[in-house]
């Protein structure tokens, strides 16, 4: 017996932590026809049902990210035969590679058996294959939403990697690979199917949402996209009409299901909540700029958390290769050089200070040129050895006026003695 079903979202391609976008029902590259995906039972335009028209049910329910949609439901009719899902037919060019993929969510218990599979294929060694499924079986745990990924191969391709799988909607997690297929040169068209099949629990319920089919020539909705939710772009015009939505804590995963690279908004992160978009990227990241010229890095960052403007390897919490213009810049600084007028201070006299100089060609304590141009100054630390040396320059500028008024003093009473000893007569 062929069993035969896929399903695609007419509005949010998405899953529950990631990023969630509104897909119109003639998003680009999807091949199957959503244009009746709507609530009813039955058959529905391309879809022909699996099972009783009682047993295909389209209601307004909760999608894979949150949001309230319209999903097909499977309800077994205890017969222990099928069950819910559907059929549908796809012209196909055979010379080409496709991507299938639709959501899997089981309630209430494991009874029966769930199906996702194709049609007109053989395996991947050429062998015949009438009843292909890219998987069957149970998913992982009820309650929850998986995407289901396969791959049929181009006729004439000579691949035996099995790409397909089943992702977490939760995560993103990979839970386990599932087993691709190639086209016959004869295939002109191919099945998308997706059921319930064997359920002798009437209380069970499985759902099915986003049936996608797609034509992998670099146009088709990135798959990391599909984790997201979809996207408002896209390669080779495989973009969409829509908004992009982030809900709070969500996350648009930017490479496959790697948890490592993503965009997230509103997050917490260091116990702080942060009220806006977030980056990330397990080694790093850049904000560009894309021009004629080609691409240029207008800011980096590295996997300590560092960040280059101008550099790729920034070697502080911010450096930057170029010119900075400021209106103000605060410097935070400890052991302001106050001490050097605290009683007990140890003043360099300048015979000390003139040695050093004679002996190392800069002032005690300032780093000289060949340092600073290795590894540049420190604003902080270089204000407060100038302030130093101001500092005890002014303090021997305060002991050379003392000992100059002293001397003044001195010079003036010699020259009244001398006055008085030259002109006894007028005293």
Not at 206 to 227: A, H, K, N
Not at 361 to 371: T, Y
């Amino acid at each position: 017996m062929i069993k035969i079903a896929k399903y695609l979202s007419p509005f949010f391609l998405t899953v529950s932590v990631f990023l969630f976008v509104n897909l119109p029902q003639s998003s680009a590259q999807n091949l199957l026809n959503m244009s009746e995906w709507v609530v009813g039972s039955g058959n529905s335009a391309a879809f022909i049902v699996n099972g009783h028209q009682s047993h295909n049910i389209r209601e307004w329910g909760s999608a894979p990210n949150g949001e309230r949609a319209v999903l097909w439901k499977g309800v077994p009719a205890g017969d222990v035969q099928a069950d819910g899902g559907w059929n549908t037919e796809v012209p196909i060019d055979h010379r080409k590679k496709y991507r299938y993929t639709v959501w899997l969510k089981k309630t209430n218990s494991f009874d029966g058996t769930s199906y996702f599979g194709c049609g007109n294929v053989a395996n991947l060694d050429n062998s015949p294959n009438s009843n292909p499924y890219f998987w069957y079986g149970k998913l992982p745990e009820l309650n929850k939403w998986y995407l289901l990924v396969g791959y049929v191969h181009g006729s004439s391709d000579e691949s035996t990697t099995h790409e397909g799988a089943i992702y977490d909607g939760l995560t993103g997690q990979r839970m386990q690979g599932i087993t691709d297929f190639k086209f016959l040169p004869s295939s002109q068209a191919t099945l998308n199917r997706s059921y319930l099949y064997y359920d002798p629990n009437v209380n069970d319920r499985q759902y099915f949402y986003g049936p996608r089919l797609e034509v992998v020539d670099g146009t088709e909705i990135p798959l990391s996209l599909l984790f997201a939710g979809g996207s408002s772009i896209g390669a080779g015009g495989a973009g969409m009409d829509g908004n992009i939505r982030l809900g709070n804590g969500k996350a648009m995963y930017l490479s496959g299901m790697d948890p490592f690279h993503k965009i997230t908004y509103r997050r917490e992160m260091e116990n702080k909540l942060i009220d806006g978009p977030v980056i990330f990227g397990w080694s790093g990241g850049a904000l560009g700029v894309s021009q004629e010229g080609g691409d240029k890095v207008a800011l980096q960052w590295i996997g300590n958390g560092n960040v280059g403007i101008g550099t790729a390897t920034p070697d502080e919490k911010l450096a930057v290769k170029g010119k900075i213009r400021a209106q103000e810049i605060k410097v935070e600084a400890t052991n302001w050089p106050d001490y050097v007028f605290e009683n007990g201070y140890s003043l360099p006299t300048l015979e000390e200070t003139a040695q050093f100089i004679a002996e190392n060609g800069h002032l005690p304590e300032i780093p000289k040129a060949s340092a600073i141009e290795a590894d540049g100054l420190s604003l902080g630390e270089m204000n407060k050895l100038l302030l130093k040396k101001i500092e005890e320059l002014t303090l021997h500028l305060i002991s050379k006026d003392q000992k100059e008024r002293t001397l003044e003093q001195r010079i003036e009473q010699l020259e009244r003695t001398q006055k008085d000893q030259n002109n006894p007569s007028q005293k």
